[in-house]
């Protein structure tokens, strides 16, 4: 078998005597791999095979690190000899400055650059990976030949495209998913039984571990890490400061915590069997290398719907991911321009998704769009502006769909409790704790109806509840959600740091105001929008059954006023009711109402 696979009968080792250092390019562990690949691909493994073909690659990839270790040091001691033979010895440095120096260097695979991850690569980047996908991988001429990637590699239209036409069509077999990652014979064993998003993180390490040597290096060169500004980077104390008061704070340390609880499973899966995992293959696979791994997949990897699962696209993933609007709303509306009554040249709105009859990842265009308009990506997911800034690091200040997540949820102790819980668990709603979103634009009516049926007291009352309709089950019911959802509101503004829009717009005006401030200063400053925006929606609608509860039910606070102005506008006629009663004295209608009652 290993015959087969005409494997290089030696690997290159270089040093450099002077640095005392050496690189060492392990081509032999790297063919196997590769090779491996391909033929996993073809169907010539067997599948009963598969493991001991892995354990080669391991074993093989370990040996050629064991002999680069010896050959280096002993190129190293080589050139050491000589030099001492030929140069004087240098002055005797002062300990200190020597750790200074050791405590300098960075290994690369735990070096962290500062270009965040869903910033756009060079241009030259971007066209190198378009010709490695046409001339390399077999691409279609056509596949991307409406969008050019200019400086900044900055997707823009190159003619006008009518809504519906396909932008880029990459084929399925140049992306990279869980599949791809079950065929590393490096990282397979360690992602089996992870999320997908982590499998591509480890997949992302091996491969910038390769270097120039990996099969994916043009792609690979297109995802810069993801740097410190990224929210999966940020110290605990600048999320709490930050970004007080917003629901992203327990998202992001929450995130923070499964990252390093993630990694810490993965190096003892790796220390609990040295057989299958040894400690030198995996020297790649540091906590600083996966963290940013795992930002850099969050920020670009592509959900497809149709597909169902998790997708490292090429050039795809270059478009920036702009929010989707609401649901039952035309994707189009995320372009801007004025068909979304604003301002500027619209956008095109590509809608990403897997097409079976072609087998591609295609971006559709959503909208009629000029030359050289923006390409951007409407967020498959459609998630809020407090997702999207956790995945991507980036906040969408013109989220055309933005929303925040109301929990709501029944009494424990309420008597029809019970029955509550049955009907709320046979429409899949939890009564315990329902989620439900609130967008800014419109009243959210199954959050209503949810709350309208929990406050519910009489059982013939459970029936009138509708969940497809804006139905008022009785004025005392209705006062109470909505003064329930006005104290909602109220309380998520006292959390911030100050419960007006101006703070945050006041400090967006700021000049040396850090990048991590600003972008939490926009996230926080949507946020309070929408809720603003909900609270003025309430205060409408509780303006026509405003009214003091009692046992009788809602009576009007202003009862004692509107009764006086009642007597006094009454006034004129009070004469001429006395004079009329007078008549009717005189006339004896009252003579029944005073004789005594009983017999004589």
């Known amino acids: 078998r290993l015959t087969t696979l005409q494997l290089p009968a030696r690997c290159e080792v270089t040093w450099c005597a002077r640095a005392e250092s050496y690189k060492a390019e392990v081509s032999l562990a790297a063919r196997v791999h ?16 598969r493991k001991r073909f892995e ?13 680069l270790r010896t050959a280096a040091s002993n190129g190293a001691a080589a050139g050491a000899a000589s030099r001492r033979a030929s ?40 066209r190198e990976l378009v010709a490695w996908l046409t001339v390399e991988k077999g691409m279609a001429n056509g596949a991307a030949n409406s969008v050019s990637f200019g400086d900044g590699a900055v997707a823009t239209l190159l003619a006008d495209v009518r809504a519906g036409e396909p932008l880029i069509a990459i084929p399925q077999n140049l992306t990279v998913t869980s599949v791809d990652v079950a065929d590393s014979p490096i990282v397979a ?35 810069p890490n993801a740097g410190p500004d990224h929210p999966l980077m940020w110290p605990t104390e600048d999320i709490t400061t930050f970004l007080k008061g917003s629901p992203a704070v327990a998202q992001a340390l929450s995130r923070a915590a499964d990252a390093a609880e993630e990694y810490a499973s993965i190096r003892d899966a790796i220390r609990g069997d040295p057989a299958n995992f040894p400690a030198d293959v995996y020297d790649f696979l540091s906590e600083p290398a996966f963290t940013d791994a795992l930002a850099t997949v969050l920020a670009r990897a592509v959900w497809l719907n149709a597909a169902n699962c998790y997708a490292m696209v090429p050039l795809v993933d270059l478009l920036p991911v702009v929010g989707a ?13 004025p068909g979304a009554r604003k301002s500027g040249l619209a956008s095109a709105a590509g809608v990403v998704d897997y097409d079976a009859a072609t087998e591609c990842v295609t971006v559709v265009c959503a909208n009629d769009s000029q030359q050289t308009a ?37 009494v424990n102790t309420d008597r029809l409790y019970q029955a509550k819980k049955q009907i709320l668990e046979a429409m899949d709603m939890s009564a315990d704790g329902q989620d439900f979103p609130v967008f800014a634009d419109r009243m959210p009516l199954q959050l209503l109806a949810y709350m309208r049926f929990a406050r519910v007291q009489e059982p013939s009352e459970l029936m009138t509840v509708s969940f497809e309709e804006d139905r008022i089950v009785s004025p005392m019911n209705e006062y109470e959600i909505l003064q329930l959802l006005m104290g909602d509101t109220r309380e998520k503004l006292g959390e911030y740091e100050s419960s ?32 603003n925006a909900t609270t003025t929606a309430v205060r409408r609608r509780l303006a026509p059954i405003r009214g003091i509860p009692t046992k009788k039910g809602l009576e009007d606070p202003n009862a ?13 006629n009070k004469p001429k009711e006395m004079f009329e009663n007078f008549r009717a004295w005189a006339r004896g209608d009252f003579e029944d109402d005073l004789k005594p009652k009983g017999k004589l």
């Open 374 to 410: 923006s390409v951007i990506c409407v967020d498959p997911l459609a998630r809020n502006s407090g997702d999207l800034f956790l995945c991507t690091g980036v906040v969408d200040p013109d989220h055309c769909g933005d929303y925040l997540t109301f929990t709501a949820s029944t």
């Open 55 to 67: 354990r080669i690659a391991i074993m093989i990839m370990a040996a050629t690190c064991a002999t």
């Open 87 to 126: 140069v004087p010895p240098p002055p005797r440095h002062h300990p200190h400055h020597a750790t200074h120096r050791r405590g300098g260097r960075t290994s690369p695979s735990a070096a962290v650059a500062t270009a965040p991850a869903t910033a756009s690569v060079d241009q030259a980047a971007a």
């Open 325 to 337: 609007p609401a649901p039952g709303v035309n994707p189009a509306l995320a372009g801007g321009g």
């Open 500 to 531: 007006t829009e101006e703070y945050e717009l006041l400090q967006l005006k700021e000049k040396g105001l850090s990048s991590r401030a600003r972008t939490a200063a926009q996230l926080i400053l949507g946020e309070k929008r929408v809720i």
């Open 34 to 49: 590769l090779l491996l690949h391909a033929e996993e691909r073809a169907g010539v493994l067997r599948r009963r095979e």
């Open 189 to 223: 064993g360690l992602a089996a039984g992870r999320g997908e998003l982590v499998g591509l993180a480890l997949w992302l390490c091996h491969e910038r571990a390769k270097g120039r040597l990996s099969e994916w290096a043009p792609y690979i060169a297109t995802l």
């Open 560 to 572: 004692d006023l509107l009764e006086i102005f009642d007597t006094i506008e009454n006034l004129p």
